[in-house]
């Protein structure tokens, strides 16, 4: 099978604390910890599992400047052969329809037989692999949690939805499908693995080798546009206990004792 | 603008979902003096009609077999065939409306509005909202171009439930608009999660862990303090899987609801989709390093500690003071 699985740098939220930078127009990114988007990190496994059980290729994408090829040798690390780089500066200030449109387009220069995508991304979205599938006319299925395949023309797939249900549906290929974290467990990644891949060649396309019409993406054919970031004010939030840490152990137990947490 | 406004109501044997009147409060606040239709499709379909005609001024009803299962990739095709030019539709912010939602807006030519949690208001074709972004940590406002209509999904609990007072709604059947549909994905089953040992919709007091712990080996300072407190032991999804715990200890909206009294929330940031799991209110105590970590926000109380340090010290004291 011939996957391509898209990927996106982002700033890890576990590791950092996000705040707003100056009016707004940006969080603050100087000291943030990058990696790739854990929901992707899955989806890279996946495909790399199926296509150590059936055959077939890999190709790992990612739209973004020169930063987000550290991402994708790393992804690539993990058992893919292939990986491209959409970077053009028309793009930049897309929203996700743009960046659909442009993941859309690197698609088309190659058959393959699935798509994946994470299941969402830093911005809580969770709307590219939809458009993506919507774009090419391809089936979709999302928060997936298990692929099985079955004959040549389609998977028996779990998507997992609210309360830890599994649905099974079949769905015919090529389709694209968003994975939700938990579906495998993705291999670790080392120096060694990384080296191995460093001397891949990684084809940057911008809009011109995409056929993209430069119109269509972007800040300017956006309809939907990010105006500023902000913390929000919010009247009841928590009594925060200070103190030395026997101090706040201390409070903690008379709180928890006179709140029935003690038993 | 005077776009007509719909609303896709969920529901679920033979009821609506809860998110049918928070979505008719949205609509009204995203679309001020708008009367949101309500559509229903599924089959048999008859008494969550009437629910919902008892909030919304008019209901369409597709009523098929083949729409027994709300498989979006059925569902797209009709609302392409069926919703007007320009039209607005919210859908709610869930596995469902990720499944229907982008694709529908790129099929009808329209701006797809993701996981709306507030609206600043309309201004000519331009909708403004509130959206949260790197997993509640900021806010951000956004301004939405919907000259052509819209498909927006709303995050659950973010507008208030509508009164559902007897407005007495329309019931339009559509059903012959629901003829002759077909996908390339079949539904097949739906799989129950499986139960386990423990049911932590039952306990009182949790002892909630999250990926702040760290590492696996460091799940027994958790284990340690639950067992000093006679508590039990519960999770986020990053440690169900990354396999630290089994799945039925999970709370969140793809795990269990929980109603305990005390809830202690142990390295966890506070997504919708976690605290969308605990429900009933409880006293809640959140130790997190990050200050600004939103699970601060639905805190009753908060400690910015390091775990690492807080909790030894926290379970001797426990056990001391028995
Ligand atoms: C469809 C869908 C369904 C989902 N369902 C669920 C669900 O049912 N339940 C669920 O929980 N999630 C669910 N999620 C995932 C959810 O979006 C979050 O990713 C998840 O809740 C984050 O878990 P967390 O808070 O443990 O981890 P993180 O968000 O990574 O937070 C870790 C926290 O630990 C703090 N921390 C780090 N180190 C320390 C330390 N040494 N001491 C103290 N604090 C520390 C950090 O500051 C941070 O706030 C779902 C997601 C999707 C898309």
Known sequence: MEILVCVKRVPDAAENEISVGAEGADIRRDDLVYSVNEWDNYAVEEAVQIVEREGGNVTIVSMGDGDAEEVVRREMAMGATQGLLLTDAAFDGSDGLGIATILAAAARKRQYDLILTGALADDGAGQVGGMLAALLD?????????????????????????????????????????????????????????????????????????????????????????????????????????????????????LLKAKGGIR | ??????????????????????????????????????????????????????????????????????????????????????????????????????????????????????????????????????????????????????????????????????????????????????????????????????????????????????????????EDLAEAMGATVSCSRPIVDAKWLDRPRQVGTSGKTVKPKVYLALGISGSFQHLGGIKGNPFLLAINKNPKAPIFQAATVGVVADLMELLPVLTEKIRKSR
């Open chain 1, 138 to 254: 391809w089936p979709y299925a999302s928060v997936v949690n298990k692929i099985e395949t079955k004959d040549g023309k389609s998977l028996r797939i779990g998507r997992e939805i609210e309360g830890g249900t599994q649905e099974i549906s079949d769905i015919e290929t090529p389709c694209v499908l968003s994975i939700q974290t938990g579906i495998n467990e993705p291999r670790y990644v080392g120096i060694r693995g990384i080296r191995k891949v460093a001397s891949i060649e990684i084809p940057v396309l911008d809009a011109g080798a995409l056929g993209i019409d430069a119109a269509t993406v972007g800040a300017t054919a956006a309809n939907v546009r990010r105006i500023d970031y902000f913390v929000p004010q919010l009247g009841a939030s928590a009594e925060m206990i200070e103190g030395s840490t026997e101090e706040v152990a201390g409070k903690l137990v008379d």
């Open chain 2, 1 to 222: 603008m005077d776009a007509r406004v719909f609303v896709y109501v969920a529901h679920e044997d033979g009821k609506a979902d809860d998110s049918a009147l928070e979505l008719v409060t949205a609509a009204r606040s995203m679309f001020p003096g708008s009367s949101p239709v309500a559509l229903v499709a599924g089959s048999g379909i008859d008494a969550v009609c009437q629910e919902t005609a008892a909030s919304y001024g008019e209901v369409w009803k597709f009523d098929q077999a083949a729409l027994a299962y709300p498989n979006a990739e059925l569902l797209r095709p009709l609302l392409v065939k069926v919703l007007p030019t320009g039209a607005m539709l919210l859908l709610p912010h869930n596995t469902f409306g990720l499944d229907l939602g982008p694709g529908l807006s790129v099929k009808r030519g329209v701006t797809y509005v993701p996981d709306v949690v507030g609206v600043d208001g309309l201004e000519g074709t331009t909708l403004k909202i509130v959206r949260q972004e790197f997993a509640g940590q900021v806010s951000a406002h956004v301004h939405c171009a919907v000259a052509k209509g819209a498909v927006i999904t709303v995050r659950s609990g973010a507008f208030r439930p509508a009164e559902g007072g007897p407005a007495a709604g329309q019931i339009v059947d559509r059903s012959a608009d629901a003829t002759g549909l077909s996908a390339r994905r079949t539904f097949v089953e739906l799989i129950q999660a499986e139960a386990g040992d423990i049911d932590i919709t039952r306990e009182d007091v949790l002892v909630s862990v999250g990926r702040g712990i760290g590492e696996k080996e460091n799940i027994a300072l958790v």
